[in-house]
């Protein structure tokens, strides 16, 4: 049986386009023991999937060329030869193929209950954003009641949760986001104290001191370069900085001079911590507890932004690059 | 009766020059309940200092114009009004003025332990330069044995206790100072297993490279600019970055610009702490328990560049940021 997939056909130098992507038809290969036959439901497009484009060594291994690119998928079972797993079940992964439908070993694959939560929440705010946000905001950033959380990209998947975390455990929250209409629904829908527009708002560093008074205690850094550079000078006194992502850098060839910043980190005794959520295992069940909580007692919103059709899994990707994306990008097949 | 001090003439802009300083001769006042009269033996001189010049606010107030500067000093008594402070005891503190002698409160002094220990350690591997190591190796560094340490100024007083603490936990260390003899001793005397002469090394990028074949867990940096900078790409997966100091940029008036670091540390998922050990004093005890264990099993060993003559305050201070210290820079009365 032929199925279409969408593969690496060129490993991309700056700013990528289509043409690093190439759809296919392959053969399925016939089911063996220990394996699940799965139909693609939701595929997530992520910015971390830009890294594995490159042939470098990182903390997980590059795409291969002519492979299909892989990452979280809600898929349905077809066919099973493996217990537990039954026709018409629904399942998530975080590594699996962008095919419409593929051959998955059980390993890769886990259950996934849709009883009261729709099946691509898994993969958002049940799924890595989520809690990539609990992890970096309440596990690194330690936030406090009457504290200042500022978050960039504060209207993609991460930063929307970040941003409610924060309000949940009274904070002040201040959003960076690209567009005035993520600006109103942050402030209108998500309950962010103050959001501003860094496409539009000719002073960031004027704009931010004066929505947080009392400098800022917590960063949450979804993007970098000259956002960040804004942020770095109102940081307060044993501030914390969870980094967890610097999209504005990823299609860089090289990463251009900024203001040094140990400087400051010293000065005020600044933490600043890459992270990973899969590096943090430890925290996941907290942060899924919490988070299917929040989401039941309606004080945690989210928001995606679905683009309808197998075929356009590489446009959904490239459009989070220039923020086309409200909350979390799902492509529906 | 009259005594000298030294005190702050002007605030430095960039960096300072003697005439920051002025010598004059004050009256002391009468000795009351709850007071000592102390008499300087060893006055610390500490790179810190350059900021509580500037007029700005920090973790610690700017020195007053025209009042003594303060630092750590170890001081005998002369007289007391204090239960348990009697003529001919060794004191030290860390905020005393720069004063031949002094009427000092007791909650500003604390007594020392000179049967084993040489005073002026009280100032050094056993006073804030010691546990300042300590606290920024061991307690946010986290070293495991077989990681590789890198330490910027390690010639200094903190950096030459950091490097030998690396090794005891069985670490590979490398130390980056700027003097033949600086990197002579750092390895034959301090059992570094390399030493790099920043001074010198046209290639620090490709020098630190060949002397971290596995790259670098760890890097303790006093210093920052751009020894800092050749660090950086070096580092590992969840490298540890202590930043204690950034001794380059103190005399500058306006930071330059840098290479950008959070694209690496998101890559890599690096901790970037900068710390003050006066606000991790619930590992104070602990660092004192060790140091001084180490100092009499003589696992660690220390070095002082000692300047002769309350008068040379001014001159020893100055000469830390043009690396005129081997070790902890003491000034004996």
Same mark, same amino acid.
């Given at each position: 049986?032929?199925?279409?997939?969408?593969?690496?056909?060129?490993?991309?130098?700056?700013?990528?386009?289509?043409?690093?992507?190439?759809?296919?038809?392959?053969?399925?290969?016939?089911?063996?023991?220990?394996?699940?036959?799965?139909?693609?439901?939701?595929?997530?497009?992520?910015?971390?999937?830009?890294?594995?484009?490159?042939?470098?060594?990182?903390?997980?291994?590059?795409?291969?060329?002519?492979?299909?690119?892989? =990452? @979280?998928?809600? *898929?349905?079972? !077809?066919?099973?030869?493996?217990?537990?797993?039954?026709? +018409?079940?629904?399942?998530? #992964?975080?590594?699996?193929?962008?095919?419409?439908?593929?051959?998955?070993?059980?390993?890769?694959?886990?259950?996934?209950?849709?009883?009261?939560?729709?099946?691509?929440?898994?993969?958002?705010?049940?799924?890595?954003?989520?809690?990539?946000?609990?992890?970096?905001?309440?596990?690194?950033?330690?936030?406090?009641?009457?504290?200042?959380?500022?978050?960039? =990209? @504060?209207?993609? *998947?991460?930063? !929307?949760?970040?941003?409610?975390?924060?309000?949940?455990? +009274?904070?002040?929250?201040? #959003?960076?986001?690209?567009?005035?209409?993520?600006?109103?629904?942050?402030?209108?829908?998500?309950?962010?104290?103050?959001?501003?527009?860094?496409?539009?708002?000719?002073?960031?560093?004027?704009?931010?001191?004066?929505?947080?008074?009392?400098?800022?205690?917590?960063?949450?850094?979804?993007?970098?370069?000259?956002?960040?550079?804004?942020?770095?000078?109102?940081?307060?006194?044993? *501030?914390?900085?969870?980094?967890?992502?610097?999209?504005?850098?990823?299609?860089?060839?090289?990463?251009?001079?900024?203001?040094?910043?140990?400087?400051?980190?010293?000065?005020?005794?600044?933490?600043?911590?890459?992270?990973?959520?899969?590096?943090?295992?430890?925290?996941?069940?907290?942060?899924?507890?919490?988070?299917?909580?929040?989401?039941?007692?309606?004080?945690?919103?989210?928001?995606?932004?679905?683009?309808?059709?197998?075929?356009?899994?590489?446009?959904?990707?490239?459009?989070?690059?220039?923020?086309?994306?409200?909350?979390?990008?799902?492509?529906?097949?």
């Amino acid at each position: 049986m032929s199925v279409k997939q969408i593969v690496l056909a060129a490993r991309p130098s700056g700013m990528p386009d289509a043409s690093v992507f190439r759809t296919e038809n392959v053969e399925l290969p016939p089911l063996q023991a220990g394996q699940v036959h799965i139909r693609g439901l939701y595929f997530s497009v992520d910015p971390y999937m830009r890294g594995r484009m490159n042939d470098a060594p990182s903390y997980i291994p590059p795409f291969q060329l002519n492979a299909p690119i892989e =990452g @979280a998928v809600v *898929a349905e079972v !077809l066919e099973s030869q493996v217990m537990g797993y039954n026709p +018409g079940d629904l399942i998530t #992964g975080g590594l699996l193929p962008w095919a419409m439908e593929a051959i998955v070993s059980a390993e890769a694959i886990k259950p996934i209950d849709t009883q009261s939560i729709p099946p691509s929440y898994y993969l958002g705010v049940l799924g890595s954003a989520g809690v990539t946000a609990y992890c970096g905001l309440v596990i690194i950033g330690r936030p406090k009641a009457g504290e200042t959380v500022v978050v960039s =990209g @504060a209207a993609g *998947a991460v930063g !929307l949760v970040v941003g409610q975390i924060a309000k949940i455990m +009274g904070c002040r929250v201040i #959003g960076i986001a690209g567009s005035e209409e993520k600006i109103r629904q942050l402030k209108t829908e998500f309950g962010f104290d103050e959001a501003i527009n860094y496409k539009t708002t000719p002073d960031m560093g004027a704009a931010l001191a004066k929505a947080c008074p009392k400098g800022i205690d917590i960063y949450f850094d979804n993007v970098g370069g000259t956002t960040t550079d804004a942020v770095f000078p109102l940081l307060n006194f044993q *501030a914390r900085v969870p980094v967890c992502g610097q999209i504005s850098s990823y299609n860089d060839t090289a990463t251009p001079p900024g203001p040094r910043i140990l400087p400051q980190v010293v000065k005020r005794s600044i933490l600043i911590q890459g992270f990973l959520v899969r590096y943090m295992k430890e925290y996941h069940a907290e942060a899924a507890l919490h988070l299917t909580q929040w989401l039941k007692e309606n004080k945690l919103k989210f928001a995606e932004t679905v683009v309808e059709g197998f075929d356009r899994l590489p446009e959904a990707w490239l459009g989070l690059f220039s923020g086309q994306n409200m909350g979390k990008m799902i492509v529906k097949a």
